[in-house]
């Protein structure tokens, strides 16, 4: 099993960060604005964010604002509110939320331009002006305008309402009303649910029941019944694990030990599973379920805003 290399995970995240010319950066191209936040959340958990250039990055985010409010994924992209979330964690990262016209962006999550008239009349959230619905959008929604301390500014209790809708009967929760119940939709409702303080409404033993089976005999979590284990699910399953308090349900040292096991240990990263190529998504998701795992050298993460706690706490009480 072996221990994190977290040194090499250092390295091959800022590695990732300068390659601009290779095939992976070209078809990812659109999602960097997601790889910003995977890889410099990474840096924090790992205690080495100022490894990168700060200044640099703001600079780079804010040419990724539309004139709408919303970020895109990349420079000459369209908003979504996606992206939109993951520029507000990096600048929340980076203590820059200041850089922000908060009215804005808040706007732009409520206005039919663009992000927040993304709330539609059940209370559901669009992702985008084109209209599809996920209770992803949902938490995205609810997370960004948490964050900038606006969350006044969209009816709570309709996406409460909205959220609780999609709840099935085994205690999961899907992308939309009837829809199966997974594991990183569940992170959504149950996130978004714990931020608006309306956790009473989770099933938190049936709910649990359903993510502890998660677990296969390798250690590892899969997202749904009958699926192969995945890394990223360490953050899906297990953070919402934390939330309802139900982690103890689980085996975490062979959890640990999945996690440990897809590491490359030679050119740093994480992979899904065993001996898979590794990528800056799952070496996020990797180290963050080990944060959750309270493994030595991690920092503590938070599992609603999926931001370390210290960025939370300076957030929300100025520490």
Known sequence: MGELAADKHVKYILAVEKRKDNFESAVLEHLRMNGAYWGLTTLDLLGKLDAVDSNEIIEWILKCQHESGGFAGNVGHDPHILYTLSAIQVLALFDKLNVLDVDKVSTCILDESDIAGLQNEDGSFSGDIWGEVDTRFSYIAICGLSILKCLDKINVERAVNYIISCRNVDGGFGCTPGGESHAGQIFCCVAALAITGAL????????????????????????????????????????????????????????????????????????????????????????????????????????????????????????
Request: hydrophobic residues 40%.
């Open 200 to 319: 009473h409404y989770v099933d938190k033993d049936l709910l649990g029941w359903w993510l502890c089976e998660r677990q296969v005999k390798s250690g590892g979590l899969n997202g749904r019944p009958e699926k192969l284990p995945d890394v990223c699910y360490s953050w899906w399953v297990l953070s919402s694990l934390t939330m309802i308090d139900r982690v103890h349900w689980i085996s975490k040292e062979k959890l640990i030990k999945f996690i440990l096991n897809c590491q490359d240990t030679e050119n740093g990263g994480i992979s899904d599973r065993p001996d898979d190529a590794v990528d800056i998504f799952h070496t996020y998701f990797g180290v963050a379920g080990l944060s959750l795992l309270e493994y030595p050298g991690v920092k503590a993460v938070d599992p609603a805003y999926a931001l370390p706690v210290d960025v939370v706490d300076r957030i929300f009480f100025g520490k």
